[in-house]
């Protein structure tokens, strides 16, 4: 039997809650199978740490989670006790970045059990594929002056590299999927990297004839997820876009709390880290009715990428089944609380 180890950061509100829920739903699935199994170590890490120490992680943090297999991750944040930009940069972005965990992928469907808000949704279902490391989100500019005279400057990197990575990424996704990309652009409005972007999309999907290959640009694309979601099969962006359009998928499944995510290092040299879309919640910490089901999804696609995707298949049908039986948590209109959720989900791996 195959056992796999796995740093686990419960981080802070909500996180304490649902990873050991997780947790639960994913041993029992990893012995119904048999083939495998989790050995999980936790740290402390997070906002309280932080208080406790002034780190959000110690010195030798990443060194320890080079050990392990993969990293499950709970939610990050506390901003009445920790400001957003330090808890952030502290552990969750030092982690994606020192980990080169440069793609990001988060899917979106329309789950059986759980009504859209959208009118019609058409049995939508999507991945989005993220460049996670550079782009947008690049760490370069600063802030010069004082007053009026102020400047705040933001550059935003894309390498050939790091693009060519994620959309290459992307079409091998769509070969095992339903054979369509869409690539996220503003090629119209941001006149360097997105036209680049769009060169760089041109060129890999020149490699993949037999794909259907479509660009949109990003404020359409965001109205088309509205309107038509189920047009789409993988969608690929640079970190900012990709950041919007995923929050904007788990909005048209019924909530944010259910959506997952994972943190992929895809040449293997470093653990990848899986993680839900939701944060910390602390307006509901502690009272017993926080969603697991986002941090339960994610831990599916955590055996999926360990290469059990049948396995994660029964995870996600345990979940729609619980949900056509109507145990869904109050931000899905249910009465159910946490520990009921994740019984149910139990009782349907079964």
Sequence with gaps: MKTYRIAVIPGDGIGKEVVPAAIEVLNKAAALDGRFQFEWTTFPWGCDYYIETGKM???????????????????????????????????????????????????????????????????????????????????????????????????????????ERAIRYAFELAQSRRQHITSATKSNGITHSMPFWDEVFAQIGKEYPAIAQTSNHIDALAAFLVMKPESFDVIVASNLFGDILTDLGGAIMGSIGIAPAANLNIEGQYPSMFEPVHGSAPDIAGQGIANPIGQIWTGKMMIDFLGYPEVGTQILNAIETAFAQGIKTPDLGGTATLREVTDAVLHELT
Excluded: C
């Design 57 to 163: 992680m110690p010195d030798d943090g990443i060194e320890l989670l080079k050990q392990y297999d993969q990293i499950f991750l709970g939610a990050v944040g506390m901003p009445e006790l920790v400001p957003d930009h330090i808890s952030l940069w502290g552990l969750l972005i030092k982690i994606r970045r020192e980990m080169q965990q440069s793609i990001n992928i988060r899917p979106a469907k329309l789950l059986q059990g759980l009504p859209s808000p959208l009118r019609q949704p058409h049995h939508f279902d999507f991945i989005v594929v993220r460049e996670n490391s550079e782009g947008e989100y690049a760490d370069i500019g600063g802030r010069l002056h004082s007053g009026q005279e102020e400047v705040a400057i933001q550059n935003a990197v894309f390498t050939r590299k790091g693009t």
